[in-house]
T-cell receptor, first 115, second 114 residues
Framework: AQSVAQPEDQVNVAEGNPLTVKCTYS??????LFWYVQYPNRGLQFLLK??????LVKGSYGFEAEFNKSQTSFHLKKPSALVSDSALYFC?????????????FGTGTKLQVIP | DSGVTQTPKHLITATGQRVTLRCSPR?????VYWYQQSLDQGLQFLIQ???????AKGNILERFSAQQFPDLHSELNLSSLELGDSALYFC?????????????FGPGTRLTVT
């Protein structure tokens, strides 16, 4: 089955330090991969996506993600964390299932940036 | 602001009742997706419509149904409500029916079943 896994329920990082939110995928073929962010009491917001090409994808709010085919990972990164980055982060993968194309989201990682 | 609107923001109702959640997609988007978010189940895909037709189905219960109207707004109908249906319900829209396009999420409807 096509899936993504977010191994950490929560990540704590000090303001100004680099942050990494991990995501691994299990997808046959060449995957499309997404990152979304959910701020408290809000809907999800698209951050970035990987389709093909450069393994380093740049997105909104200074975030970037590195696609690593050998490690089947798509980790979200930011060089310097802000308190306002504190939110819930989801990776997601579209895939075919039962004749339809669907999107499966990971379980989410709560990022806490400590002032 | 994503451009996707959902009404109502909050809904409190009793077990056994029926409710309708409404979603208006971003201008120009033809696809609407519905998701359920709960603490124990995470974000679950329910159903997708593209230009008025059902395109994909996820973990949607038989008590739930949806439709997309000619003006592209969508409604999610939840009937015979149970306590476990309490959750945040999001709709999202995208330009095409292909899930390789990013989705834009509404602010959600918080449903509480008592």
């Amino acid at each position: 089955a096509q899936s993504v896994a977010q191994p950490e329920d929560q990540v704590n990082v000090a303001e100004g330090n680099p942050l990494t939110v991990k995501c691994t995928y299990s997808v046959s073929g060449n995957p499309y991969l997404f990152w979304y962010v959910q701020y408290p009491n809000r809907g999800l917001q698209f951050l970035l996506k990987y389709i093909t090409g450069d393994n380093l994808v740049k997105g909104s709010y200074g975030f970037e993600a590195e696609f690593n085919k050998s490690q089947t990972s798509f980790h979200l990164k930011k060089p310097s964390a802000l308190v306002s980055d504190s939110a819930l982060y989801f990776c997601a993968v579209p895939h075919w299932s039962g004749g339809y194309q669907k999107v499966t989201f990971g379980t989410g990682t709560k990022l806490q940036v400590i002032p | 602001d994503s451009g996707v609107t959902q009404t109502p923001k909050h809904l409190i109702t009793a077990t056994g009742q029926r409710v309708t959640l409404r979603c208006s997609p971003r201008s120009g988007d033809l696809s609407v997706y519905w998701y359920q978010q709960s603490l124990d189940q995470g974000l679950q895909f329910l159903i997708q419509y593209y230009n008025g037709e059902e395109r994909a189905k996820g973990n949607i219960l038989e008590r739930f149904s949806a439709q997309q109207f000619p003006d592209l707004h969508s409604e999610l109908n939840l009937s015979s409500l149970e306590l476990g249906d309490s959750a945040l319900y999001f709709c999202a829209s995208s330009w095409r029916g292909d899930s390789s396009y990013e989705q834009y999420f509404g602010p959600g409807t918080r449903l509480t079943v008592t």
